[in-house]
Structure formats: structure tokens, C-alpha cells
């Protein structure tokens, strides 16, 4: 599977290639400083992740249908504080890792400790453990996620970054 990303103005439009050649394509807003599910994909990899939006995906998961499935998995919110079944678990605990680095780069970043504090309310909140992460996990992806930020930001609107292959995790 091959992730694609254009740079849009309000959306960006997220392009996968299956390994079987289909194509699925959807738009997500804009709501940081790059696209949040490119902050997927570097996470995921590098945590060694294989159930989070992007293994999710894999799986022949529509880029669409993932957040039907975490809906009907009970993913607790606002209004749903419930646990989820055990079959998101590692969706809700990657999207509660991308807030957190979402954070990380919107401001100065947290020293590693208090990153995971963060992290561990997150998901305390959202009724999962949190993931087991290090200093070098956080180091190594705050490192990636920079580099992201400055290609993300030098590429022209229309323009796309490709992302790769999604293979076995990286950690």
C-alpha cells in the first residue's frame, strides 16, 4: 500500500494505492501544521503499530469506513463514555499518540515525562492503556515529524508528498 498526500487549501486529499492496484481517495481538513494522517503513518511505523488508522487501512479497511468502525467498536467520547471493544483498542491508542505529538509540535515540546503524563490521561479518558513509549521513541518522532513539518511546508499548495509503502513497522 502506497500513501499520497495533496496540499489543499481547507482539505488535504489523502490517496492510497493498494497492493491489488484499487484505489482509495477521501479528503480530510486541515487542523494542523501538517496532515494529521501523515502524523499517522510516521507514528505508527516507527511505534510498530499494526491495528491504528494506517494498519487499519491495510487491512482493506476503507479510508472512509475507519471511523465508522471505531463508532460501532464503541470508541468512547464525549457523549460515549464506554470501553472499546477490544478490536480498536490500538486505533484509540494511536489516535490519542498523534494528538499528543499533534500537541508537541504546536508548541514547545514537553520533556519526554511529561509527554507521557499527557499521553496516560489521554487514554485514561478514552478507557484504553497507554502505549509503552520511550524517550528515543519520542526523540526519533518528534525528529521525523520536524522533517515532515519543513517538506510539508515548503511544497505548494496542489503539489503532493508521497509517503512510501506501508510494510512492517519500523521499531
Do not use: Y
Not at 486541515?30 to 510498530?48: F, L, N, S, T, Y
Not at 515548503?154 to 521499531?171: Q, R, Y
Amino acid at each position: 500500500m502506497e500513501l499520497t498526500i495533496v496540499k489543499g487549501k481547507t482539505c488535504d486529499l489523502i490517496k492510497v494505492v493498494r497492493d491489488n492496484g484499487a484505489v482509495d481517495i477521501s479528503e480530510f481538513p486541515k487542523k494542523g501544521v501538517v496532515p494529521h494522517d501523515a502524523v499517522h503513518w510516521i507514528v505508527e511505523r516507527h511505534m510498530g503499530m499494526v491495528a491504528g488508522f494506517w494498519g487499519t487501512v491495510f487491512s482493506g479497511v476503507g479510508l472512509d469506513a475507519v471511523a465508522d468502525r471505531t463508532r460501532a467498536g464503541g470508541h468512547a467520547s464525549s457523549t460515549r463514555a464506554v470501553a472499546p471493544d477490544a478490536t480498536i483498542v490500538e486505533l484509540v491508542q494511536a489516535e490519542r499518540l498523534v494528538e499528543c505529538f499533534e500537541a508537541d509540535m504546536w508548541s514547545v515540546p514537553s520533556a519526554p515525562e511529561v509527554f507521557r503524563d499527557v499521553l496516560r490521561a489521554a487514554c485514561l479518558q478514552s478507557q484504553v492503556a497507554a502505549p509503552a513509549i520511550t524517550d528515543a521513541d519520542i526523540l526519533k518522532i518528534r525528529k521525523a515529524l520536524k522533517a515532515l513539518h519543513e517538506s510539508w511546508g515548503a511544497i505548494p499548495l496542489g503539489t503532493s508528498l508521497g509517503f512510501g509503502v506501508w510494510s512492517a513497522p519500523i521499531k
